[in-house]
């Protein structure tokens, strides 16, 4: 079994760093009681080991009765065929209408379904970035009509991606990258309970460092540092699909083509999962490797104060890549 599933959290005490979000969903599962949920944060942070341990708390024995979870990226990247081998749905699919007409009447019939043994049944939308607009306008309604039955947890690390009227009836669960110092403790006790596996500290400080508060990404790269037995060569592990894009999206801008540039970023964000903040620092190191202009430095600083203020992603991204493109003139 790989360590990242050996080391899932099974229970909110589990979940390190999140300490504020795990209180919020505690509560909610003592009380027995829950609005919708916006669970909203990088990959690796807990997300869904924490949805996780709020179904566990609030089903017992019935979590799989009273849990429906729907990998939106999947199933709008797939389309039908998701929908075909997905032996939950494949009776309600019908061939002769439209993914949407199809997803929609799924969620209406698993969301009228009375929930077993419980007040209420849990509907999780995994990457609900990737939920088309006409989706999510009509979960907005669905999500009116069932809620006696029915909560719905969008779980997102693009929180501008779900559409305001969606967002403003969900209560909001923020999670946060993990700190490098938590990082490194969790590591350590892994290799505790591996039977004390030696790893060097530089090792471990590198490894926190390169998963840039992603646990899950940690624990992947020490049990690769473990199984092969080699020191981490950082760079091989930072040469990632979106850092290629990025140098490509440079290179657009270094040729003056505005237009690629803009798609290849945009790509990053809808195909790669990245939230706008997360593109931006993908071009920061690109810029870090291929040039040193104190224009451009100030144009990063500027975007990324727009995009933490909840300014629109895409505008703001594709502004940056102009402003830099006029600038390299």
Known sequence: ???????RPGTFDEIIGQERATAFLRSFAERRSMPHLLVAGPSGSGRMSAVHCLGRSLYGEYVQENTTIIASGDLFGEGRAYLEAD??????????ESLLANVKRIVRTYAA????????????????????????QALRRTMERSSRTCRFVFVTARQSAVLP????????????????????????????DQGGISVPEDDLAMIAAASKGDLRRAIMLLELT?????????????QTEAGAMAREAMAAIDEGDLTTAQRLVESMMIDGGLSGREALLELRKAVRRQRNDPRIAIALADTDARLAAGAGEFIQIGAFLADIMEDCR
Request: a negative charge; aromatic letters at 12%; glycine letters at 2%.
């Open 1 to 7: 079994m790989l360590w990242i599933e050996r080391y």
């Open 87 to 96: 032996e939950r749905f494949s009776h309600l699919y019908r061939k002769d």
């Open 113 to 136: 379904i009375r929930p077993f043994n419980a007040e209420f049944k849990l509907m999780v939308f995994l990457e609900a970035d990737a939920l088309p607009v006409e989706m999510q």
């Open 165 to 192: 009227p969606i967002a403003s009836r969900c209560f909001p669960v923020p999670f946060q990258p993990i700190p490098v110092d938590l990082v490194i403790a969790h590591l350590e006790r892994i290799l505790l």
């Open 226 to 238: 473990v199984r092969t037995g080699t020191p981490l060569q950082i760079d091989a592990y930072e």
